[in-house]
């Protein structure tokens, strides 16, 4: 997505979470990892409307609830606290009592009522967090310093590189920034994969509009990201917004809230793409667009296949223009499809018209898929909707990284 | 499965296809592939009882087609020819014009109705066949011999085996025999994958209730398997029933019905599971059993979410009891589970209780998973339906084999 001239988004070439105003973060080693970060706070000068999305999974972790049930007394959080390494899940009634004694003390920390701390885990399954190191992360919390990247980097597990972006747009004739930080790398699939990610905004917003703007935005942006087919038992994503910049409070009503969603979805496209590109051992992001589709839902569907088809990945990693597995992932997809009215693009040439072959140059489909980004075009030429999905190739790495990650 | 005492199927130690009498086969090197064989036929001396299913995948290739209007003329069919390296897939009209110049020219070769001539292709997706190779295959056809591991040699793609059984059993006082010879390695996963598979018997059945069979059976183990969860456009089950052993022709009505449905489902999950052991770069055969579901359905569906996970398939592949992999995939399966009733168990180390860990020996897990054969067992105490599925671990072969199918 381009930055609208209408309405005005601007992406910010160096964004982080404190990107807007009124908010600090920070990281620290607390001993979970061997050495790499793995306790870090987000933190809000005053209390910020909030509200969150979580995974479908059954085996919900137990921080998810613990923040669910925060963010429910007032629809407020004014801090959030997150350990990587383990993700108390899949630890009962331990676990639960670990990660409301993980809130209570964050909150003690930092003068806060714990129902303002949400607070997420990401890691291991099944380990009861080392709750000594939880507190020697939360007792080194200093909300004097703002160090976002250190924040950016103790959420990460096997992600290479840190995510993080921001946008701003004017609203009432003041210019608001919305900021982000994510994490992703494995379980990624629809759903929310274990993927976290933390959007801040210093902007005024009515709760129930920002909890429905994440859940529509989610469905676009987070919800069609996969890297390997895997919905965690942690995703989340939380949105804080502290009003610091004194606009009228949004929401639909509001005559800017179409700029502010769009920036809102903006924002989540960049942080989600980032988390694609960066899956397990992955070299390149896909992304598939599908359209001509009858519906949305049917289009997001066989976005969704495509992206997440092994064979499709793996022809990517060896810059194969196999175009039939694309095809062929179309097909099973389950929605309905027209085999004879199919047009398959890699980049922008085209290699399939009405379900049928075209003699495209083997050579130039090469070249273009040994690029970083590789864009995989599907059209249906059966109705009016279209979506993407982002993905990202399966390579020797993905193996090797998880062949051997508890070891 | 076991042999069962009480119907007294008999697994024969070296079982092809043309064990049942009155079924001969063979195989060539026509030019479709550099050195190995690639064109075969398998041929029964009387019309025979004919059952098919085929792929789900909109993007069905012209062979299925043509093989089923052949079916439906009079439910019989007396032979079979196969090619390799090329699945007339995305062919468009030229390659249902090759489909069924191919049945005509093999049935003019074997004397034959081109509508009791089923026919199958398998490889590469989207390039016309070359007719003149096909030809070449048809012409070498030679009736007089019977060397079914040829046909077993010709019908594979990247198969690193031939896949055959037989299995015996008493009707009417005769011993039937029911043979099976199938091939697969990739885009394998539930609701027919590249997966051909061919069954004969020398029993008399009604073609409805063979139809009715195969369809219920596949099911249960066909469908039960997964390699990478792409299925393909070619995928085909046949059964040819020539009566050859006089019996009175089975269907439910018959008092021995059940003994021969017995013998059917164990030769097609014998074949199943060679199927998924040699799956494309596979070094393990995975079995995930699930039981106490509140439904078959919902057993088959976890069952299946399991097997097809990445994660879990590379913690098998590096012999990681990661069981917090299974219990997530078992949380996203999209059927409702209860974390807390949930077990898991390795082979026979149960890792899970209730949804929580056990303190188990990792070394003794470890041990156990490096056998060629692991059994993932998920008991959700919620109910009496149980389900298994199989599949294989995923493997640096396997990226290997797919980043360069092509080239």
């Given at each position: 997505m381009l930055v609208s001239e209408k309405t005005g988004v601007n992406v910010m070439q160096?964004?982080?979470?404190?990107?807007?105003?009124g908010f600090s973060a920070g990281g620290v080693h607390c001993g979970l990892r061997r050495k790499k970060l793995d306790f870090g706070w987000l933190y809000s000068e005053v209390p910020a409307a909030a509200a969150g999305v979580y995974t479908t999974n059954s085996f919900q972790a137990a921080p998810l609830q613990v923040t669910k049930d925060a963010v429910a007394v007032e629809n407020k959080l004014q801090a959030v606290v997150v350990n990587s390494a383990?993700?108390?899940?899949?630890?009962g009634e331990q676990g639960m009592i670990n990660a409301l004694a993980m809130q209570k003390q964050a909150a003690e920390a930092m003068n806060l009522s714990p129902h303002l701390v949400g607070i997420s885990s990401t890691g291991l399954i099944g380990v009861q967090l080392p709750m000594d190191k939880i507190s020697t992360g939360i007792n080194a919390v200093d909300l004097s310093v703002n160090q976002a990247s250190l924040f950016e980097q103790a959420i990460l597990t096997t992600d290479t590189i840190t995510k993080h972006a921001a946008v701003s747009v004017e609203i009432d004739g003041k210019r608001i920034t919305i900021g982000g930080a994510a994490k992703g790398s494995g379980m990624i699939h629809p759903n929310m994969a274990t993927m976290l990610s933390y959007v801040t905004t210093d902007a005024a917003v009515e709760p129930e509009a920002l909890q429905l703007l994440l859940s529509q935005t989610t469905d676009k942006t987070y919800n069609m990201i996969t890297v390997d087919g895997d919905s965690s038992t942690n995703d989340t994503v939380l949105v804080m917004a502290n009003g610091k910049q004194e606009n009228k409070p949004l929401s639909p009503s509001h005559p800017e809230w179409d700029k502010f969603a769009e920036a809102f979805v903006i924002i989540s496209e960049i942080l989600a793409k980032k988390i694609a590109r960066d899956g397990e051992g992955a070299t390149k992001l896909i992304e598939t667009a599908v359209k001509g589709a009858v519906s949305e839902e049917a289009a997001g569907k066989i976005a969704k296949t495509v992206i997440s088809s092994n064979l499709v990945k793996t022809a990517v990693y060896g810059a194969d223009p196999n175009w039939g597995r694309v095809v062929c992932a179309v097909g099973y997809s389950g929605e309905p499809v027209v085999p004879e009215t199919v047009d398959v693009f890699l980049g922008d040439i085209q290699v399939v018209e009405n379900g049928l072959p075209l003699d495209f140059s083997e050579e130039e489909a090469t070249v273009y898929l040994e690029n970083g980004t590789i864009t995989i075009t599907v059209d249906l030429k059966q109705g009016e909707s279209e979506a993407v999905a982002w993905g990202c190739d399966l390579t020797y790495d993905y193996v090797k990284i998880n062949a051997s990650y508890r070891t």
């Open positions: 160096e964004g982080h979470v404190t990107s807007p105003a383990n993700a108390n899940a899949c630890t």
